[in-house]
């Protein structure tokens, strides 16, 4: 019976040393997850960095003080700040940031710097929001929608060194969204319609000028053709006219010395002429009514006129004849 229960005893301790053993050996080894490192501590006090995939520790002797994320993380941010002229600007903003490198000094900044990842990170936006309300308070509120560029450029130049010093990065700061108070708002809208209504009144004004100004061109250079061809209709008239009177000048004047030479009486031809004038005028004229004198006296008396017209006529024609007689 003794030694039955010696051996129930010696199986039962083997089993606990074997126990033991495998409870060693598996809280030995340790997997990290990509994308985070595990800071190991021993008694307190800094011992190594764990890296991702399966890792050893000392048991009971290495703790895991922290998991850090090297992962890009990101926050958005919703807070005021006031301007230069006394104006509340609120701004939407997102902030992208990550650990600086996987370096074992940098990683130690980010283990040990702050208590935890709610301290680092009110400790963030509050550096981050400080350092906005900064730049804000020397721009006046006209500025300010503006200045997105330059706003993150400051932030970025002013907590760059205080991150690294944590052991992080700021990758990005991106102004979503500023808006002011709705009296300003408002304000400013009424401004833009206003300087809208006024380009808008000032193009059309131009636009009317130069379409009145292109008419008034169009109509003097019209203005101008037209008395241009007017002009020179007028002078082709009366050359027309001229070298009609000529031709029948020449005509009447030839026939009259051709009726003189066979010694037949001019008025003869004077009063033909007149007959077929007559009848031109009868067939040809606009108006409706010739008035005429028909009477004995009336004929006479228009006969000794064109008489006359005719003497004027073979006198004119022989004194230049005799002008351009050479002298002998």
Known sequence: MSQLVYLWYT???????????????????MTVQQGSVAILTMFGKYRRILYPGLNFR????????????????SIELDFQAITQDQANVYFKAMLLYSVFDNREETLKNVAFKFVNDRDFMTA?????EGSIRGF??????????ALRKEIVESVKEGIDAVLESWGYHLIDLQLNDITFDEVITKSMAQVVAS????????????????????????????????AEAEKIAAQLRGEGIALFRK???????????????????????LFSMWTEAIKNFAADGTGNVIFLDGSTDGMNKTLKEMMA??????????????VK???T
């Open 325 to 327: 007689k050479p002298t």
């Open 124 to 128: 963030l936006i509050r550096t981050i």
């Open 309 to 322: 017209m005719n003497q004027i006529q073979g006198n004119t024609t022989t004194t230049a004849k005799s």
């Open 136 to 145: 804000v308070a020397t721009k006046r509120q006209a500025e300010i929608l």
């Open 58 to 73: 000392i048991p009971l002797l290495e703790v895991v003080y922290r998991k850090v994320s090297i992962q890009n993380r």
């Open 247 to 269: 031709e029948v000048a020449k005509g009447m004047s030839d026939a009259a010395i051709e009726m003189k030479e066979a010694d037949l009486d001019s008025s003869f031809l």
């Open 11 to 29: 199986m039962f301790t083997n089993y606990i040393y074997i126990g033991l053993v495998a409870l060693v050996v598996l809280s030995s080894i």
């Open 195 to 226: 300087s809208n209504l006024k380009a808008a009144a000032e193009n059309e004004g131009q636009a009317l000028l130069i379409t009145k100004t292109k008419a008034a061109e169009a109509e003097g250079n019209a203005i101008k053709i037209s």
